[in-house]
Nanobody
Framework: QVRLVESGGGLVQPGGSLRLSCAAP????????IGWFRQAPGKERKGVSC???????HYAETVKGRFTVSGDTAKGTIYLQMNNLKPEDTAVYYC???????????????WGQGTQVTVSS
């Protein structure tokens, strides 16, 4: 199973930006789709965005226009650029790998350990 590692989380003020990275240090991601998900305390994990190996992208309505997923799965690293962050974006952010792009967490087989994003003044 693919091992994924997220990085780039942290504390940022409202309106600020962060860039998260998702890498597979020991595996190849050729042909995989990568999804980004987040889970706030006491809430269900929800899909944020995903990108396919052909660079098709998909976004949740709550982040459209603010978040951008990019990268090349063949090169092993995918990014999530998050701009104009809001307090409600606070959550643990996870990346996941599987064959298809979907915002449904149940559809994904391999997950990273997560990185905390906190948006607060």
């Amino acid at each position: 199973q693919v091992r994924l590692v997220e990085s780039g989380g942290g504390l940022v003020q409202p309106g600020g930006s962060l860039r998260l990275s998702c890498a597979a240090p020991e595996d190849r991601l050729d042909g995989y789709s990568i999804g980004w998900f987040r889970q706030a305390p006491g809430k269900e994990r929800k899909g944020v965005s995903c990108i396919t190996s052909s660079r098709y992208t998909h976004y949740a309505e709550t982040v459209k226009g603010r978040f951008t997923v990019s990268g090349d799965t063949a090169k092993g690293t995918i990014y999530l650029q998050m701009n104009n962050l809001k307090p409600e974006d606070t959550a643990v952010y996870y990346c996941a790998a599987d064959l298809f792009c979907s915002l449904q967490p149940d559809n994904w087989g391999a997950w990273g350990q997560g990185t905390q994003v906190t948006v607060s003044s």
